[in-house]
């Protein structure tokens, strides 16, 4: 985004070139009876109002950062005091939480990382025990498979049973309902 002086010598640049339009005849004339105001073409009024209100706003720009900065020291100032003060009244402890708090919400937070996760299935549920689950069963889904391993106190999801269905030699069909069914031969 342009800066505030930027605006300013660009719409102080657009009157310009309409003034000189107007004195190089584009304009019409008018008799000379009329005062110069009423003589300003359309184009240099905008221009001229233009430049007044981005002067103006540049002028508010510099005065809201100069309070920020004000600000700023403010609240450095009171940090510092309540670390002196946190030091002070042996509770230190205390005003360090207070001090840490703010300084860990100024700062961007990192994500951590996440921990690598290991097995996440048993290592007792193996592909000979859906083997055993599908003789129990059956024909049946990844999910029935998995409900009768957990029951029987080994939890386990039904896409570990998708994997160890196919290690322990089961062959897959699509059933009426959608779902993929599991059988042994």
């Known amino acids: 985004m342009p800066s505030g002086t930027s605006l300013c010598r660009a719409a102080r640049r657009l009157a310009a070139v309409a003034k000189k339009k107007e004195n190089d005849g584009i304009m019409l004339q008018v ?9 300003q073409s359309p184009l240099v009024l905008a ?13 508010e720009v510099a005065k809201l950062r100069a309070d920020n900065a004000a600000l700023r020291r403010e609240v450095r100032d009171a940090v510092a005091l309540l670390e002196t003060a946190g030091s002070a009244s042996g509770n230190g402890r205390r ?3 207070a001090t840490t708090a703010v300084r860990s919400a100024s700062r961007r937070r990192r994500r951590r990382a996440h921990a690598p996760k290991g097995r996440a299935t048993p290592a007792e549920v193996t592909a000979d025990v859906v083997r ?9 889904t990844a999910a029935e498979i998995a409900a009768e391993i957990t029951s029987a106190g080994a939890p386990v999801g039904g896409r570990a049973v998708r994997f160890l269905a196919e290690r322990a030699g089961a062959t897959t069909r699509v059933g009426e309902d959608g779902q993929r069914r599991y059988r042994l031969g």
């Open 31 to 39: 008799d000379s009876a009329s005062t110069s105001a009423e003589r």
């Open 95 to 97: 005003a360090a939480r």
């Open 47 to 59: 221009a001229q109002r233009l430049v007044g209100r981005i002067e103006g706003l540049v002028l």
């Open 132 to 140: 055993a689950v599908l003789v129990k069963l059956g024909e049946s």
